[in-house]
């Protein structure tokens, strides 16, 4: 049962347009939100994240924008970049009840074609 | 300097050895986890331990256990190794905290012949 749900495999953008990344959850315990970023034979490496009591957190290209009603996170990455070809895991967690137990996504493979 | 580190990178060995792998941060953290990426992609937490105990244990076979000699280290130690255990293993460590920002490891590549 996947508690967290990135539907789309695959992403391709051409480089300077934005790239959306979208991620769904199920569980309606979540409370805090990550996108973690991987490159080929390295460990995820953390990105943005967002409480549940925001809609939106910034920081430089990337934005996060959450709809709790819907249950749906999204990752945008404006001006997008070759560098920011990778896969995009889509986290979550319930804090109180989980002391940091993330659940993921199975990952978005995002690439920017120069 | 690395924050994380893993060792082995990659191991291959035979169905019913027994194998460890080893975790070490330098970031101070309070928190080691051990996760577990499969041939689907899917990264799942194992274990984590908080000042040397265990505060999460998943439904993992109980072949597979986790010691910490001290804080900074949390070593994997894997029993009867199965073709299912064919896998990328992933070390991570946070400070405790409602961020749970993670840090992980670079990871180790075991695969079970």
């Known amino acids: 049962d996947q508690q967290v749900k990135q539907n789309s495999p695959s992403l391709s953008v051409q480089e300077g347009r934005i790239s959306i990344l979208n991620c769904d959850y199920t569980?309606?315990?979540?409370?805090?939100f990550l996108w973690y970023k991987k490159y080929p034979a390295e460990g995820p490496t953390f990105l943005i994240s967002?409480?549940?009591?925001?809609d939106k957190n910034e920081d430089g290209r990337f934005t996060v924008f959450l709809n709790k009603s819907a249950k749906h996170l999204s990752l945008h990455i404006v001006p997008s970049q070759p560098g920011d070809s990778a896969v995009y895991f889509c986290?979550?967690?319930?804090?109180?009840?989980?002391?940091?137990?993330?659940?993921f996504g199975k990952g978005t493979k995002l690439s920017v074609k120069p | 300097d690395t924050a994380v580190s893993q060792t082995p990178k990659y191991l291959v060995t035979q169905m019913g050895n027994d194998k460890s792998i080893k975790c070490e941060q330098n970031?101070?953290?309070?928190?080691m986890y051990w996760y577990k990426q499969d041939s689907k992609k899917f990264l799942k937490i194992m274990f984590s331990?908080?000042?040397?105990?265990?505060?999460i244990n998943e439904t993992v076979p109980n072949r597979f256990s986790p010691k910490s000699p001290d804080k900074a280290h949390l070593n994997l130690h894997i029993n009867s190794l199965e073709l299912g255990d064919s896998a990328v293993y992933f070390c991570?460590?946070?400070?405790?905290?409602?961020?749970?920002?993670?840090?992980f490891g670079p990871g180790t590549r075991l695969t079970v012949l």
């Open positions: 967002i409480s549940s009591i925001k």
């Open positions: 331990y908080n000042n040397k105990e265990l505060i």
């Open positions: 970031l101070g953290h309070d928190t």
């Open positions: 991570a460590s946070s400070h405790g905290g409602w961020t749970n920002e993670q840090f």
């Open positions: 986290a979550a967690t319930d804090y109180g009840g989980s002391q940091g137990n993330l659940i």
């Open positions: 569980n309606s315990m979540f409370d805090y």
